[in-house]
């Protein structure tokens, strides 16, 4: 039986760390069990963050190792070589792989009820390596996909149109990465459709604005990267907000990485998609309606990440 207040971090890097303490500060959990192959490192940012426990909610906050895991209702793997820069998502797979590789026979070992939510990069890739390595049912395994795509899409229309971002919907669905492609089709704010939003607003020549949003979300990363060494607040958001959908089982709909199974005509592939998230983890994967322009995107994205896992031997 697990305890659905009860969360592990598997990676205590600048993603897992930040993590760790958006997800202390969200207040949902009662115990949170850190593990790095690095004990020292995972022991140390448990003291840290539990310090800020006073400004919090009570919980436990410990460095621990696979056995720990037993009775865990979520776990999160951010365990993994950092993108450098100049370096792609992609060229990260086979290092991340093999790493993932000794971590998910570890978890299985003496906890196959857990969700597995999969945020080292390339995340499609490693959350569909994932599935295979742990032979769970695939909804029981996603990734944080493009859950951060969205929100820095989100952001960035909010600040164009001049409206909180809160009111703007729209998803990057795809690969979490360089082919990924916003659905401007469906995009509206408040139930007002985009393009009738934007007349409102009088604002023009707004399709060459979309494109250029569209491209600082896609290299967001890379521009992050190149200053300041590696991105992680933002991660660290979605992922204490995907574990927020899970532990109260909300049903919220969000761009997670998921196996398609058929969806686009794409089979057994992870990608980003709407998906219901919940206790169960992606429940229900939606799809939703694409322009014939979006959907030959989604599927030259789907070609990029298949010659990729096709060259893994799993």
């Not at 899970?246 to 990485?257: A, D, F, G, L």
């Amino acid at each position: 039986m697990v305890n659905i207040q009860k969360a592990a971090m598997i990676g205590c890097g600048f993603v897992g760390s930040s993590s760790a303490f958006a997800m202390m500060r969200s207040g949902i959990f009662s115990e949170l069990v850190l593990l790095d192959a690095n004990r020292g490192k995972a022991e140390g940012e448990a003291m840290d963050i539990a310090h800020g426990l006073p400004f919090s909610r009570p919980m436990r906050i410990y460095a621990g190792d696979y056995s720990d895991l037993r009775d865990c209702a979520l776990i999160v793997i951010s365990a993994g070589a950092n993108q450098k820069p100049g370096e792609t998502r992609l060229d990260l797979v086979k290092k991340n792989v093999a790493i993932l590789g000794s971590i998910i026979p570890q978890i299985t070992a003496v906890n196959r009820e857990a969700i597995l939510l999969i945020v080292s990069n390339p995340v499609d890739i490693l959350t569909w390596a994932a599935q295979k390595l742990s032979g769970l049912p695939p909804q029981q395994v996603i990734g944080s996909g493009t859950v951060l795509d969205t929100a820095r899409l989100k952001y960035l229309l909010g600040e164009h149109l001049r409206v909180d971002s809160r009111s703007v919907h729209a998803f990057i669905i795809g690969e979490h990465g360089d082919s990924e492609l916003a659905v401007w089709s469906g995009a509206n704010v408040s139930g007002v459709d985009l393009d009738h939003f934007c007349a409102l607003q009088e604002i023009t020549d707004y399709q060459k604005v979309l494109e250029l949003i569209y491209k600082n979300v896609r290299d967001s990363a890379y521009e992050i990267i190149d200053r300041k060494g590696a991105t992680y607040y933002g991660i660290a958001a979605s992922v204490a907000r995907i574990a927020q959908c899970i532990v109260r089982n909300e049903h919220s709909i969000m761009p997670v990485s998921v196996n398609l199974r058929g969806l686009y005509g794409v089979e057994d592939l992870c990608m980003s998609v709407p998906a219901v998230v919940g206790r169960g983890g992606a429940e229900k994967v939606l799809e939703i309606e694409l322009s014939p322009e979006e959907l030959e995107s989604f599927r030259r994205s789907a070609k990029t990440l298949r010659e990729v896992a096709d060259s893994l031997e799993l």
